[in-house]
């Protein structure tokens, strides 16, 4: 449109032309292509490994190394951060309380055990989201994606799962979405799991022929979502409402014996297995306190039995009603959930708090909005 508005245009007693621009090729490609010949099909495979390479770095950061050096990697980054967080509360007005703490924990502000590992190392993500677009090898567009078959941290059923929707986009009269134009369909698929195998999927795009696909996956799929996003940024949009398109409309997860329904939009630790071991451990570290405000409801539903009150703050409304709902489910009647930003939602309600009340925040992961401006 803009090319047709513009060509042929009087501008200044001058008629514009317009036309699509070629841009000249890349000197440092056009050489790679002239020294190619018999050498082609082993640096199609070089290409391969270092771009599969590149991805394992961004998806699982030291996927290279063995775990036991993973943790220790992991625990000595760890170490730096404390002593970062140590040095910078030493301007703070907790001298005393410093001082206290420093002599117990040989120089740093807290306790610092072990890193306590993962009983299960692959295949454990419960929740994987897959980009749409077009292969490596395709050059329109600006977003190339690869399957997910090296990922060792994705379930066998989600990759089953995702290569069964990869075949039903390919067959789609649907474009897939290009975010150079904003045109197209296909953009996301967030596939959900529990430890049952059961899978929620999300589709964000339009929807067709998904059942014929999905039974011929043989999955176990519980339900179905769709996502219509309106914006045009990448992480779509928060307010995007989620359609049931069949199936169940949660999903439901059991920690430590008790039992949690998860909404499309809730957060959900992304290892089960190894927030069991987190959540055992908090429990146990806070079970003479009386009061706990949490970010999510599942870690305060596994505590509220070893305290007196707890109380919830979560952003998402869906995960407000999830973590009501759980509350119920398991029989806990001494907890409460806020729904709202935690920076906006603490300043009111540590003032509202009994003088004596000794209290633990638990934040799961902890978030930027902890800074001093905030908190």
Known sequence: KALKAIDGYNWKKKVLQAKFAKPAADPIAKKRQSHAGSNDIHNQQSRKKAKTSNILDVVIPLWDKS?????????????????????????AKVGEWLKLHKAEFNGICCQFDEILPSPEINGYRNKCEFAIGMDANNEEGNLSVVPPTDCANV???????????????????????????HTGYWRQVCIRRNLLGQLMDQLRSLMDDIHHCLNECNCQVTSIYLQKQTTRSSAGSADSVYDLITGSKYLHETILGMKFRISPSSFFQGNTLAAEVLYKNIREWCSTKSNICCGTGTIGILMAKSVRRVIGIEVVEDAIEDAKANAELNGINNIEFICGKAEDQLPTLVDSLPTFSEVVAIVDPPRAGLRKPKC
């Open 67 to 91: 775990y036991e050096e993973q943790l220790k990697i992991k625990k000595i980054n760890l170490d730096r951060a404390i002593k970062q967080c140590t040095s910078k509360l030493d301007g």
């Open 155 to 181: 379930p066998e059923e989600a990759k089953l799962l995702a290569k069964a929707i990869q075949d039903l986009i390919r067959q789609s009269p649907l474009p897939v979405y290009s975010f150079v134009d």
